[in-house]
């Protein structure tokens, strides 16, 4: 079992920067893969960005990419989402999301991880 705590969420206004961290419980930290999925309001959840297990290769969202970016320490069982340039749209509670099975063409579906955090609101502002 596995649980996850985000923090580092909060109010900004447009072209700011947050970043967002997500500890995770338990041991084998680094053969989870990590992601970041983001739920606006009447919006399913969506892909932000992940980091495959090991570290072995990052993923984004295209509407992110660029101005967002994941790391992990292992060290720490904790993974960020250092988020820069934010816009009006990225505005939505954020998840942190972990799974040890999720494989490659599979990253980007909610559905591939079976931990999730309880989420963490990202407000940006005009």
């Known amino acids: 079992q596995v649980q996850l705590v985000e923090s580092g969420g909060g109010l900004v206004q447009a072209g700011g920067s947050l970043r967002l961290s997500c500890v995770a419980s338990g041991r084998s930290f680094s053969s989870y893969t990590m992601a970041w999925f983001r739920q606006a309001p009447g919006k399913e959840r969506e892909f932000v960005a992940a980091s495959r297990r090991y570290g072995s290769s990052t993923h984004y969202a295209d509407s992110v990419k660029g101005r967002f970016t994941i790391s992990r320490d292992n060290a720490k069982n904790t993974v960020y989402l250092q988020m820069n340039n934010l816009k009006l749209e990225d505005t939505a509670v954020y998840y942190c999301?972990?799974?040890?099975?999720?494989?490659?063409?599979?990253?980007?579906?909610?559905?591939?991880?079976?931990?999730w955090g309880q989420g963490a609101q990202v407000t940006v502002s005009s």
């Open positions: 999301a972990a799974d040890s099975g999720v494989i490659l063409s599979s990253l980007r579906f909610a559905s591939s991880y079976a931990y």
